[in-house]
C-alpha cells in the first residue's frame, strides 16, 4: 500500500482512513489536470528563488506534461491506497523521477493546492458554461425574430390578461440569460483570483514568488492575504453556485412553461415526436420528459448554493476537513447544468409554434385593454374608458379589435433583440478568458 505524503511510522486504522478518504479520489479524477497545471507553475517559481536547478525544472515540466496529457485524455487513475489526486501525482513523478519528485512541495500544503484546483477547474467550467448559455442565446434571439409578429395570450394568476407575443416569449428568456452571466462574471471574478502560496494558510517562510504563479496561471490577481485565501474555501464554491442557482432557475421556468405550452389544454408550441417519450399503456401518448427532466435537475442546483451553505456555515477561520464534503456536491454540479443547458437548446431549436391561437373566440378578452385605450386616445378619461369597456363585457357586448400597436423600447412592437445582443456581448466579452486561455497556452508549450 502507498504511504500517505503526512503519515510517518504510524499506518491510520483502516475504517478510519475509509471514511476521512471518503469520496475524495472520486472527486479528485475532476482535479486532476488542474493539479498538474498548478504544479507546473509553483515548480517553475521554485527554480527562480533557487529550490530547484534549471535542470530539475527541465526534466520536472517535461515529466509533468505527459502526466498532462494522461489527465486531458482521461486516462488518469488514483492508485489503490493513494489518498488523493496531490499524492499520485507526487508518486508518479518520483517513480520517473527519484528524489527530484519530491521536492515540488516545497513552500505549498495540500490545503492551498486543493484551493488552486478547484479555482482552475471552476473558471474552466464557467468558460464551458458561459459558451452553452451564448448557444442558448442566439436560438432564443433567433426564434423571437421569427416569431416576433405571431401573437399568444398573456397571464397573470393563470387567468388571460393581455396580448403578448412569441417574440416577447423567446425574447424574455434570452434577456434573462444575459442577467444571468452577468452574475455568473461576478463569481468568475471571485473564483479568478490566486490562492497559491498561501500554504497551509499562514504563508511560508520560503521567499516565494506569488505574483509570478499569478501571472503564469493567468488569474486576475492574488488572493493578497494568506487566512483568506483559505477562508475562501466554501465561499467561492458558493459564490459560483449562485450564479449557477440563477441560470438554473431561468431554465425550470423555460422548462415550466414548455410543458405547459405544450399541453393540448393550451396548444401553444409542439414538439417533434422524437423529442417525445411515450406510455407504456396509453398508445397516443407525447411526453415533455427533457422538459421535466430539466425543471427537476435545474431546481435541484437551485439547492447547491444552500448545501455549500450548511456544510461550511459554523466554520471559524483556518481549514476543516468538513469543506472536503463540498466537493462532493459542487463538482458533479456543472455536468448536470452543462447538461440541461444543451437539452434545452435543442429542443428550442426544433420547437414548432402555433401561429393561429388567438383566433379561438376565448381569448377576445385578451383585447379589453386595447379597446380602453383606445377610447383614451379619443379623449376619454381612463378610468370612463375602463367602466365602459367592462359594461360591455358584462353584458357581453364586447367585440375585439384583434390587433395591437405597441411600440414603446420593449414592447411587442419593439422587442429591442439587438440591444439585447449587445447587452449579453458585453458581459460575455467581460470575462476575458483570452487571458486566461493565453497563460495556460503557454505554460504547456
Avoid at 499506518?11 to 497545471?37: H, I, P, S
Avoid at 464551458?128 to 436560438?139: D, M, Q, R
Avoid at 444543451?342 to 385578451?366: F, G, Q, S, W
Wanted: charged residues 25%; glycine residues 6%.
Amino acid at each position: 500500500m502507498a504511504q500517505k505524503l503526512w503519515e510517518k511510522n504510524v499506518q491510520v486504522d483502516q475504517e478510519v482512513d475509509t471514511f476521512t478518504v471518503g469520496k475524495d479520489r472520486e472527486m479528485d479524477l475532476y482535479l486532476a489536470k488542474y493539479d498538474v497545471l498548478g504544479s507546473m507553475a509553483h515548480i517553475t517559481m521554485l527554480e527562480s528563488i533557487g529550490l530547484l536547478t534549471k535542470e530539475e525544472l527541465t526534466v520536472l515540466l517535461a515529466e509533468l506534461k505527459n502526466i498532462y496529457a494522461v489527465a486531458d485524455s482521461g486516462r488518469f487513475v488514483i492508485e489503490e491506497g493513494v489518498e488523493d489526486v496531490h499524492s499520485q501525482v507526487e508518486l508518479m513523478l518520483t517513480r520517473r523521477l527519484g528524489d527530484t519528485g519530491k521536492k515540488i512541495h516545497s513552500g505549498r500544503s495540500r490545503n492551498d493546492q486543493v484551493l488552486l484546483d478547484l479555482k482552475l477547474f471552476t473558471r474552466a467550467q464557467i468558460q464551458e458554461i458561459v459558451e452553452l448559455v451564448s448557444a442558448l442565446f442566439e436560438v432564443l434571439i433567433s426564434q423571437s425574430n421569427r416569431y416576433k409578429d405571431v401573437l399568444l395570450p398573456g397571464y397573470t394568476h393563470l387567468q388571460i390578461a393581455m396580448p403578448s407575443s412569441f417574440g416577447l416569449w423567446f425574447g424574455a428568456y434570452a434577456e434573462s440569460l444575459a442577467d444571468d452571466l452577468q452574475m455568473m462574471q461576478a463569481a468568475y471574478k471571485v473564483c479568478n483570483r490566486n490562492p497559491l502560496g498561501s500554504a497551509a494558510g499562514y504563508g511560508s517562510s520560503f521567499p516565494l514568488r506569488r505574483q509570478m504563479t499569478t501571472d503564469l496561471l493567468g488569474f486576475d490577481s492574488l488572493d493578497y492575504n494568506v487566512v483568506y485565501a483559505q477562508m475562501g474555501r466554501g465561499k467561492m464554491e458558493r459564490t459560483v453556485a449562485f450564479a449557477m442557482a440563477g441560470i438554473a432557475a431561468t431554465l425550470s421556468k423555460l422548462a415550466f412553461d414548455a410543458c405547459m405550452f405544450n399541453s393540448q389544454n393550451f396548444g401553444f408550441i409542439k414538439l417533434p415526436d422524437q423529442f417525445t417519450t411515450g406510455s407504456s399503456i396509453m398508445p397516443h401518448k407525447k411526453n415533455p420528459d427533457v422538459f421535466e427532466l430539466t425543471r427537476a435537475k435545474c431546481n435541484k442546483l437551485q439547492g447547491l448554493p444552500q448545501q455549500i451553505t450548511l456544510i461550511c456555515n459554523n466554520l471559524p477561520s483556518g481549514y476543516f476537513r468538513d469543506l472536503q464534503i463540498i466537493k462532493e456536491v459542487f463538482l458533479p454540479s456543472f455536468d448536470e447544468l452543462k447538461d440541461c443547458l444543451r437539452m434545452v437548446t435543442h429542443m428550442m431549436r426544433e420547437v414548432k409554434v402555433n401561429e393561429h391561437i388567438l383566433d379561438d373566440d376565448k381569448y377576445a378578452l385578451l383585447f379589453s385593454v386595447e379597446e380602453v385605450n383606445r377610447l383614451v386616445l379619443e379623449g376619454v378619461p381612463f378610468r370612463d374608458a375602463y367602466k365602459q369597456v367592462g359594461l360591455n363585457i358584462e353584458a357581453g357586448k364586447f367585440t375585439p379589435v384583434k390587433e395591437v400597436h405597441h411600440t414603446h423600447e420593449g414592447s411587442i412592437g419593439n422587442l429591442c433583440n439587438d440591444q439585447i445582443s449587445v447587452l449579453m456581448q458585453n458581459i460575455v466579452d467581460g470575462f476575458a478568458f483570452n487571458r486566461v486561455n493565453e497563460a495556460e497556452r503557454q505554460l504547456l508549450s
